[in-house]
C-alpha cells in the first residue's frame, strides 16, 4: 500500500532517478532468523556502503557495545549514559517477517544509506504533492539536510529503513521507511497541524517504493514503529497525521486501531495545504514476539 504518515520536512520537488538498491546478504539461507545478518550497497550515486544489521563480539579486546553503537551511529553531541543505553538499543533493533511475496527486515537506517533514504522521501513527497519535476534535485536536497538535523537528535528520535527480498531472489532492496520521535527532545520544531503532544511518541514521514506497494511493507513499518516506541518510550501514548484525502492509509490506521483526535480547520486550505487528521493509538503490552499477521485488506 502506500503510505505517507505525513510530510513534516518544509520543501518542494518530484520523482527522480528511479530507486532500486540490492543489499547483498551472505546469510541468504537462514530467512526466517537473520540474527546477525550483513549487508552491503553496491555504489549508487555518492556513495558506497556496508555496514552490518546488529553488531555481534567475542573477544575481550573489542570495544564495548555502547561504544560501538556510539562509533556507527554518529549524533555529533555528547552522550549520557542512559542515551547511549537508548542508542545500544536502536542499533540492535531488528523486526523481521515473513510476507506472503518475500521476506522484509526494518531496522534503523545508518548515516551512509541518507542518499537512498533522501531519494525515497523525495519521490513519494513529490508524488503526493504533485511537485514538478524541475524540482526535484532542490526536494532531494532538502531532504538529505533534513535527515542529518534528525539523525543529530538520536536517540530521541530515529529513522527506520525496511528491507526486502522478493521470493526466490538472492538480492535485498530498499522497500520503505518511517521516521519516529520517542520524546519531548526530539520535537520536531515545525510539527504539521493539528499539532501532536510534545512528550507523546509520534510517527511521520513513511513511505513505501511504489513498485512494493500492496504487499504489507507499509503495514509491518507501522507495527515495526510502534513496536520500537514501546522499547523506548515509557508512553503508550502515540500519534501520527494522515491527510483526508489519503483514504489507504486512513484505513490502514483505523485497521491497526487508531483514531481521530483532531481535524485541521478547513481554512488550512488558504495555506495551500491539503487538511490532515490528528490520529492517537494507545499502545498495548509489548510482546516478545515481532511477527504480526497481515489485514487481509492491506493486500488487496
Known amino acids: 500500500m502506500a503510505t505517507t504518515v505525513s510530510v513534516s ?13 540490492h543489499l547483498h546478504n551472505p546469510y541468504a539461507s537462514n530467512h526466517n532468523h537473520p540474527t546477525h545478518p550483513f549487508v552491503t550497497f553496491p555504489n549508487y550515486s555518492r556513495c558506497s556502503v556496508s555496514l552490518s544489521l546488529s553488531a555481534s563480539h567475542s573477544s575481550s579486546s573489542t570495544p564495548s557495545p555502547a561504544e560501538t553503537v556510539q562509533n556507527q551511529i554518529q549524533t555529533g553531541r555528547f552522550l549520557t549514559n542512559k542515551e547511549l543505553e537508548c542508542l545500544e538499543l536502536l542499533g540492535n533493533y531488528s523486526y523481521h517477517q515473513q510476507l506472503e511475496s518475500g521476506f522484509l527486515w526494518v531496522r534503523v537506517m545508518r548515516e551512509e544509506e541518507m542518499d537512498m533514504t533522501a531519494t525515497l522521501l523525495s519521490e513519494s513527497f513529490a508524488e503526493s504533492m504533485l511537485i514538478p519535476n524541475g524540482y526535484a534535485k532542490l526536494l532531494e536536497f ?11 537528535m538520536m536517540p530521541h528520535c530515529a529513522t527506520l529503513l525496511g528491507v526486502y527480498r522478493e521470493n526466490g531472489e538472492e538480492d535485498f532492496e530498499l522497500a520503505g521507511t518511517v521516521e519516529l520521535t520517542f520524546d519531548k527532545k526530539g520535537y520536531n520544531a515545525s510539527p504539521p497541524t493539528p499539532n501532536p503532544p510534545k512528550n507523546s511518541p509520534y510517527i511521520c514521514n513513511m513511505a513505501v ?9 507499509g503495514w509491518h513499518l507501522l507495527k515495526a514503529a510502534e513496536e520500537l516506541i514501546s522499547r523506548m518510550s515509557p508512553s503508550r501514548e502515540v500519534y501520527l497525521h494522515c491527510r483526508i484525502i489519503d483514504e489507504a492509509p486512513f484505513n490502514m490506521y483505523t485497521r491497526a486501531g487508531y483514531g481521530v483526535v483532531k481535524t485541521d480547520s478547513i481554512l488550512t486550505l488558504l495555506t495551500l495545504q491539503r487538511r490532515k487528521h490528528l490520529m492517537r493509538k494507545d499502545l498495548p503490552v509489548l510482546e516478545e514476539d515481532s511477527a504480526v499477521d497481515i489485514p487481509k485488506e492491506e493486500l488487496s
Open 142 to 152: 532538502l531532504v538529505k539536510n533534513y535527515l542529518i538535523e534528525r539523525r543529530e
Open 9 to 21: 520536512i518544509p520543501i518542494n520537488s518530484h520523482p527522480c532517478r528511479h530507486l532500486r538498491r
Open 209 to 217: 517504493r511504489n513498485p512494493l506497494r500492496r504487499r504489507g511493507i
